[in-house]
């Protein structure tokens, strides 16, 4: 993917400034890791001067009760710029009050299971329930992006 994305045009793109003219995919040809269930294929780094490869944060869980749900306009997001979430919907839980968690609302293919998560939400809100939330949280970051909500008890 990284390499798709910086050589749109077969005759031109990146290449690596310690190689002999290679790609920035090239020099890491048979190194990959996975990636939600996706092969990714390492990239050069100039920065790192070495083959990056692809990670995601791991997944963390928490639980408790919904003290504070929003919905806003597509772009407003929530938090500092150091910690800024991209999404339309923000909710924190009195077991972490200082953690906001989040997901988008957008015309998409997830777009039916974000309103069921934010109907869910609403409910729980609405009615002093518990809920469990999956989400992924960048190191070093206090927001989350929500991928999954559920009532527990």
């Not at 920035?24 to 790192?48: L, P, Q």
């Not at 070495?50 to 919904?66: E, H, N, R, W």
């Not at 609403?122 to 927001?143: C, E």
Request: net charge negative.
């Amino acid at each position: 993917m990284a390499e798709a994305c910086t050589n749109p045009d077969v005759r031109s793109g990146f290449t690596v400034t310690s190689s002999e003219g290679d790609e920035i995919g090239d020099v890491c040809n048979n190194t990959f890791s996975v990636v939600n269930g996706v092969a990714e294929e390492a990239y050069w780094s100039d920065v790192d001067k070495s083959c990056v490869l692809p990670t995601q944060p791991d997944l963390k869980a928490s639980s408790g009760k919904v003290i504070f749900l929003r919905a806003h306009e597509v772009g407003s997001g929530w938090g500092p710029p150091t910690d800024f979430l991209d999404v339309e919907v923000v909710f924190m839980l009195d077991s972490d009050p200082s953690s906001a968690f989040g997901f988008q609302l957008r015309s998409d293919g997830s777009e039916p299971t974000r309103h069921a998560m934010f109907a869910t939400l609403n409910d729980a809100y609405a009615h002093d329930l518990q809920v469990a939330v999956d989400y992924f949280v960048d190191p070093g970051k206090q927001n989350g992006r929500a991928i999954r909500v559920a009532l527990s008890r």
